[in-house]
């Protein structure tokens, strides 16, 4: 801001010297300006600028983000198709996620503290979530360890190693019915 009214100021003074150019002592007075006003915008471009303090609530509109972002995804994927009523009360709790994030920025919001400044402090907590959210996907796509894949054992599935090679003879089977519920059954007067 104040970088913007040297300029204004200097542009001023360039534009007056331009149109005194018949009078000396008005040239040497502006020109006395003109230097002090590049002194000033020099000062000021070399000071870099506080950045501005954070939202009150940061932490939990970050984790509210958090929460939103498969949610968005969502809703981008299903565009023109019927949706379950699952994913469709996922999207009702965007809609809520949304409402919680604008209520704590308002509450985050200084007493005297104009739209612009706040406007520009709610942008950098939404650009510095995104930073984060990008590193964060950048180092679990980078971690290539080989996944270990659980084998599921089926009762029909003959088990790898030595047993392919040596196939154990079977069982004969016994004609008669074998085992308790079979005995029970043999003694029933139901027939």
Request: charged share 35%; hydrophobic share 35%; proline share 5%.
């Amino acid at each position: 801001v104040l970088l913007k009214q040297v300029s204004e100021r200097l542009e001023k003074v360039q534009n007056e010297i331009a149109e005194s150019s018949t009078k000396p002592k008005k040239i040497e007075k502006f020109n006395c300006a003109k230097e002090k006003i590049e002194q000033r915008k020099a000062l000021l471009q070399g000071i870099n600028p506080k950045p501005p303090h954070q939202l009150r609530h940061e932490s939990e509109i970050h984790k509210l983000l958090t929460e939103m972002a498969p949610l968005q995804k969502l809703e981008e994927e299903s565009a023109g198709r019927l949706l379950s009523v699952k994913e469709t009360q996922m999207i009702g709790r965007k809609i809520e996620i949304e409402q919680q994030i604008v209520d704590l920025e308002e509450a985050s919001r200084g007493w005297f503290e104009d739209d612009d400044f706040f406007d520009i402090r709610v942008n950098l907590t939404r650009e510095a979530f995104t930073a984060k959210h990008k590193l964060s996907k950048k180092k679990s796509v980078k971690k290539t360890t080989p996944a270990v894949i659980p084998k599921w054992v089926t009762p029909g599935q003959i088990k790898s190693g030595a047993s392919k090679a040596t196939p154990k003879p079977k069982k004969a089977k016994q004609q008669g019915a074998s085992g308790l519920f079979a005995a029970m059954m043999m003694d029933s007067d139901s027939d």
